[in-house]
């Protein structure tokens, strides 16, 4: 028993030591637990302040004393609030667009009739034009500015009950101002039209990121890779061409996930399919290239591993897959401007769920690519000086 017990102890040395020896897979391992704890700690909502810095924009079409009144009192309601900021717009076809393009999260409408209806004793309605891609945020906009109409209102029903109201219809003294909502999206969108496109996206920056990583950094292990090595071909053409099988590998996942989202939970497409396509070829390509980077400076699988799930964490909950990025703290929203997952989500949603076009996302086009290149530029002779050594 004794002899066992040492036996067990030695086995145990001799691996822990190992491990200590191992930088990359020290470090990146006592770091991983510190960035989940912290990340988690942040990123929670609080209870007094859920979202941050929300732009709204804002739009008055009555040059009445009352759309004037409750114009007020909506600007003076926001003031000084970390939450929401307004944003002064002339039309609501320009509250429609910046809504689209994802400048405003959305928007609140005054209409034209709204200081008449009041005055001819009939329910005036504000607007609220709302983005159906973050439901969440929506919620809090609806929440928080009908709380302000609502406040309003019950000012002008005491302001009527204390005069006569004979012959008016009982209904309007009580509520003389409601709220109405509408979709940016004609028909709107379902909770799952805005979550499909999120898993869709982590899906790919999964697979990307650990399949050219984890596949070269197994084949170095088993000794594979020497063979391929050793062959007459250079070393580029081996990474490139792992690189194209797995790009096509994952989109064929992307098509048959989207194809089942479609066909099983109904979810629906309101964009060019050529242009998701493009997408999620652009993602996988930048993910491909992060994963080279990430085994190019990792001396084992293991090591790889433990990079690969550092990158992978931050994207998973930090790009706006399960979480809006606007219910963040306002660290952890500028560190989700700067993960490539957060684009791609965000371009797939706009294409998908409001149908936009290549405008709408060039900006998030634009940097997958720089992504991609970069990555790629940089990881492919980063690993082919790793394989010589």
């Given amino acids: 028993m004794k002899d066992t017990l040492m036996e067990i102890l030695v086995v145990a040395y001799k691996d822990l030591k190992g491990f200590s020896r191992n930088r990359i897979s020290l470090v990146f391992s006592l770091l991983m637990p510190i960035m989940l704890i912290a990340m988690f700690g942040y990123m929670m909502p609080s209870s007094t302040n859920s979202i941050h810095g929300v732009q709204v924009g804002f739009v008055n079409l009555d040059g009445g004393k009352d759309g004037l009144q409750v114009s007020d009192s909506i600007h003076r309601a926001v003031a000084g609030s970390s939450s929401f900021t307004l944003v002064d717009l002339s039309s609501v076809d320009q509250a429609r667009s910046m809504v689209l393009d994802g400048t405003i999260k959305g928007a609140i409408i005054v209409p034209s009739n709204f200081t008449a209806s009041l005055n001819m004793g009939k329910e005036s309605n504000v607007e609220l034009l709302l983005d159906p891609t973050n439901t969440v945020i929506s919620g809090s906009i609806s929440q928080a500015f009908g709380a302000v109409v609502a406040g309003v209102s019950d000012q002008y029903a005491a302001a009527y009950l204390s005069q006569s109201t004979s012959g008016v219809d009982s209904s309007f003294v009580l509520k003389p101002i409601g709220v109405s909502s509408v979709n940016v999206v004609q028909g709107g969108a379902s909770y799952f039209d805005y979550v499909a496109p999120g898993f869709i996206g982590m899906g790919v920056m999964m697979s990307g990121l650990?399949?050219?990583?984890?596949?070269?950094?197994?084949?170095?292990?088993?000794?594979?890779?020497?063979?391929?090595?050793?062959?007459?071909?250079?070393?580029?053409?081996?990474?490139?061409?792992?690189?194209?099988?797995?790009t096509f590998r994952n989109m064929l996942q992307g098509v048959l996930v989207i194809g089942?989202?479609?066909?099983?939970?109904?979810?629906?497409?309101?964009?060019?399919?050529f242009l998701i396509g493009s997408i999620l070829l652009l993602g996988t390509v930048s993910f491909i290239g992060l994963g080279i980077l990430a085994t190019s400076i990792a001396s084992d699988q293991e090591s790889a591993q433990?990079?690969?799930?550092?990158?992978?964490?931050?994207?998973?909950?930090?790009?706006g897959v399960f979480f809006p990025v606007e219910q963040m703290p306002l660290p952890l929203q500028y560190l989700s401007k700067v993960l490539p997952l957060t684009y791609a989500n965000d371009a797939l949603r706009k294409v998908m769920v409001l149908g936009v076009g290549l405008?709408?996302?060039?900006?998030?086009?634009?940097?997958?690519?720089i992504i991609g290149a970069v990555t790629i530029a940089v990881g492919v002779p980063l690993f082919d000086r790793a394989v010589r050594k």
């Fill in 306 to 319: 433990f990079i690969l799930a550092f990158l992978q964490f931050p994207m998973m909950f930090l790009s």
């Fill in 210 to 246: 650990t399949a050219v990583g984890s596949a070269l950094a197994h084949e170095r292990e088993l000794g594979t890779l020497d063979g391929m090595l050793m062959a007459p071909m250079k070393r580029v053409s081996i990474i490139l061409g792992k690189t194209l099988a797995l």
């Fill in 260 to 273: 089942l989202a479609v066909l099983i939970f109904g979810i629906h497409i309101r964009g060019d399919p």
């Fill in 359 to 369: 405008d709408g996302v060039a900006f998030q086009i634009a940097l997958m690519v």
